[in-house]
């Protein structure tokens, strides 16, 4: 695998401590095979709700928007910005979530990023209108059922998320993911533990060239 290569991971919400493990299980093979690695992560709209964005004037120009939607786009710019310059330098960066969180929240808040200006605002965070954008080599999609995911998340669903939630963000996950080009697009079909999905997650890293 040539260096500077920019691999996502995604997954629906109740997937989240699956993708860790994944992803340190990358990296460490990575390093094992004398790849240079760096490991970053786009805080979701959770942590940038504990974070107290949920205080923060939402007002935009279709009604109101909850604010950690804007502060995960500061957070992608910041997370762009990083990576290009690790990129720059030769090492393999490993991102957990990154382009397609932010726009799947957006559809599950019921807005149309792409017919809105979200669209717009997702690619400025991404450096999309600079010469040079950013985007994913390879993104990772760790498709764990909504069964298993609100089995994971147990009672922190309450008042949050149904089990119809989890369903609706991995149908808009897969929509997503088919717009991208085919060839950068790996989505395992996952079991519940990370040994399970490792040799193929590493295999489509590997086949990276």
């Not at 994944?22 to 504990?50: I, T, W």
């Not at 107290?52 to 762009?80: H, I, P, T």
Request: aromatic residues 8%.
């Amino acid at each position: 695998m040539k260096p500077g290569k920019f691999i996502v991971f995604e997954g629906i919400y109740g997937a989240g401590r699956l993708v860790v493990a994944l992803v340190d299980k990358v990296r460490a093979g990575l390093a094992a095979e004398g790849v240079e690695v760096y490991e970053l992560d786009s805080p979701d709209s959770g942590r940038a709700q504990l974070m107290g964005a949920s205080g923060l004037d939402g007002s935009w120009r279709y009604g109101r928007f909850d604010a950690d939607f804007f502060f995960e786009l500061a957070s992608r710019a910041r997370v762009s910005a990083v990576a290009r310059e690790k990129l720059a330098a030769g090492k393999t960066v490993l991102c957990k979530s990154y382009t397609l969180s932010s726009v799947v929240y957006a559809e599950l808040k019921g807005h149309d990023w792409f017919r809105e200006d979200l669209n717009v605002l997702e690619a400025r965070a991404r450096g999309m209108s600079g010469a040079h954008p950013l985007v994913a080599d390879l993104t990772v999609f760790v498709d764990l059922s909504p069964e298993a995911a609100a089995r994971e998340l147990g009672d922190r669903m309450k008042g949050v998320f149904t089990l119809d939630d989890l369903k609706k963000q991995r149908s808009i996950y897969l929509a997503e993911l088919a717009r991208l080009p085919a060839g950068g697009v790996k989505a395992l079909h996952a079991a519940e533990t990370a040994d399970a999905i490792f040799p193929e997650a590493m295999a489509a890293v590997r086949g990276l060239k």
